[in-house]
């Protein structure tokens, strides 16, 4: 397989160090790198995007979790891997990355579970990795970015 092009914020060099920052202000305050990279894994696996599906397995292998953790992100609904906490996250995730598919993008239900776990500005930075990884995945899936190219 082969990329397209090369990655927009690399052919529009003024574009990469905002996107940068903003990755940078997501992980800011203080939520584990852990959980972090989950939801970049799942709100990449949602969108087909294999270059950051690939960058978010190697990244959670690199911060030591388990095979298990990170290779059933994808049915974390179904697993005993994750907490409460995470899993609210991955369901904020989920929700955040599928706006058109209800009429209500976010439910109640889904945004109150999260706001249990977690404060406005841990909600503010999930939100923001959440952006930022659907940024990504929307420069990389229509550009076929090869997974392993970083």
């Known amino acids: 397989m082969e990329a397209r092009m090369k990655n927009p914020a690399t052919i529009i060099p003024a574009a990469m ?11 800011s ?5 852990e959980l972090m990279e989950m ?17 978010g397995l ?3 292998r690199k911060l030591g979790e388990s095979d298990d953790r990170i290779g059933l992100v994808i049915a974390w609904r179904e697993t005993p891997y994750y907490t409460d906490a995470e899993r609210a996250a991955l369901e904020l995730a ?6 058109a598919d209800r009429a209500d993008a976010v439910p109640d239900k889904v945004w109150d ?9 841990q909600l503010a930075s999930i939100l923001l ?6 940024l990504f995945n929307r420069l990389n899936a229509p ?8």
Do not use: Y
Request: proline share 3%; net charge negative.
């Open 39 to 55: 939801i970049h894994l799942r709100v990449s696996q949602i969108n087909g995007c294999s270059f950051c599906v690939d960058a």
């Open 129 to 134: 990795m959440i952006a930022t990884s659907n």
């Open 58 to 60: 190697k990244n959670l």
């Open 94 to 99: 989920e929700a955040a990355t599928r706006l």
């Open 17 to 27: 160090k905002p996107i940068m920052e903003l990755m940078t202000a997501a992980q």
């Open 143 to 150: 550009i076929r970015q090869t997974a392993g190219s970083w």
């Open 29 to 33: 305050q203080g939520l584990p790198q």
């Open 113 to 121: 579970n999260a706001a249990d776990h977690f404060d406005e500005q």
